[in-house]
């Protein structure tokens, strides 16, 4: 990364810091012309919640950073408030990831609902309106990350991710999640009946994503849905041929729709069942090689049995701090990466560190790039501090 590029990360994070609302106004229309392509020779580096390794989770400037590091898709859970905005947001609540807890006009707001077969006790989104929520700033989910950032980025929507991926001077997909659903629908009516997805596929239809995958639609736009909950991924089936990702928790886990063990859903039969609506499974990587006090395990047979299927297999989560690896991977997320890449033979990896996944994948397996490539990015980003400066269109 050149030395213009890191200048113009640290001026974009200083204004942003400084900012009352999020960075980017809508809709965003800036980069023109033809953009780098998606690459498709290897592996998807799939930034998990952005850059979160070093950024609050799913925040503009951790897509960014992820985006400037080489992820090919920035990933997101999608929720909604209490008026039926969606959010970037992993959580149902706001206690772990803002400071809600610090604004005290808020504290009769508390309640204990149940969740995915769990009573938890908090502040949900679904209590909250957005001009509420635009109150709040984020804060890194684990205390052994990086906290100099907490209290100075705003949640974003739905709409602002997606900016976020088209004003990007190269092709960068999205995976947006259909999460909590259930919980959602219960808690948040939208006219005319619509449901919660309704919603979700609405949102990506203004914005051109369409297409199955490999299309030319798809390949201009690239876009993964992804759910743990099936009956959501087969209701949008019928609204947009965009590939979906069905996830799959610990095999011991019931789903919050069908009732079912992930142990089931794994099944041969299921495979053929949910084949007809999903182009790939996400499983907790734990799930694919069962791991025993912290040593890894004989693999199963779930990537093979995926791929006979044609299925992708895109696991979660990789993560380079010691206590996320396993004893097999000497503390080195570098080996790691090589274990699920050349011998279990996955074709994406969500990771909290893009720029290790993008490093390795580098130095292993090069992409052809122009040399010029770490200019653009600088120069796009200069130049959505420069229009940031001079104020919204």
Request: aromatic content about 14%.
């Amino acid at each position: 990364m050149t030395s213009l590029c890191v200048v113009a990360f640290t001026l974009l994070l200083l204004f942003v810091s400084c900012s009352a609302r999020p960075i980017y106004q809508l809709p965003s229309k800036e980069i023109k012309g033809r953009k780098q392509p998606l690459q498709t020779s290897r592996p998807y580096n799939l930034a998990h919640r952005g850059a979160n390794g070093e950024f609050p989770e799913e925040t503009a400037p951790a897509y960014l950073r992820a985006i400037e590091e080489g992820a090919d898709f920035i990933e997101s859970d999608i929720i909604a408030t209490k008026d039926g905005v969606l959010i970037c947001h992993h959580d149902v609540n706001l206690d772990d990831t803002t400071d809600i807890a610090d604004h005290k006009e808020f504290a009769d707001r508390k309640r204990t609902y149940e969740v995915e077969g769990a009573n938890i006790t908090g502040f949900f989104t679904v209590d909250f309106t957005w001009k509420e929520l635009q109150t709040l700033r984020t804060k890194q989910r684990f205390p052994f990350r990086d906290q100099q950032y907490n209290g100075k980025f705003p949640i974003i929507t739905f709409d602002e991710y997606i900016s976020i991926a088209l004003d990007a001077p190269r092709i960068v997909g999205i995976y947006p999640e259909l999460k909590s659903p259930v919980f959602i629908n219960k808690h948040v009516k939208w006219p005319g009946g619509k449901r919660y997805e309704d919603i979700f596929i609405r949102t990506l239809k203004k914005y051109g994503y369409k297409g199955s995958y490999m299309s030319k639609d798809w390949l201009k736009q690239p876009c993964f849905i992804q759910s743990f909950a099936p009956t959501s991924l087969v209701h949008v089936s019928n609204q947009t041929d965009l590939p979906k990702i069905f996830l799959i928790d610990d095999v011991t886990v019931l789903t919050q729709d069908t009732n079912q063990t992930y142990a089931e859903i794994t099944s041969d039969s299921y495979l053929d069942y949910i084949k007809q609506y999903v182009v790939g499974i996400g499983p907790w990587k734990d799930t694919l090689v069962p791991v025993v006090n912290n040593y890894m395990q004989a693999p199963s047979d779930l990537v093979a049995r995926a791929h006979a299927r044609d299925l992708q297999v895109h696991p979660y989560t990789y993560r380079n701090e010691n206590q996320f690896l396993h004893f097999d991977f000497h503390q080195d997320p570098y080996i790691e990466y090589d274990y699920w890449i050349n011998k279990i033979g996955v074709d994406g990896l969500f990771t909290d560190f893009t720029g290790s996944l993008h490093n390795y994948q580098e130095w292993t397996s090069p992409l052809s790039r122009t040399s010029d490539n770490a200019d653009v990015h600088s120069t796009y980003l200069l130049h959505k501090i420069a229009k940031m400066l001079r104020g919204y269109d």
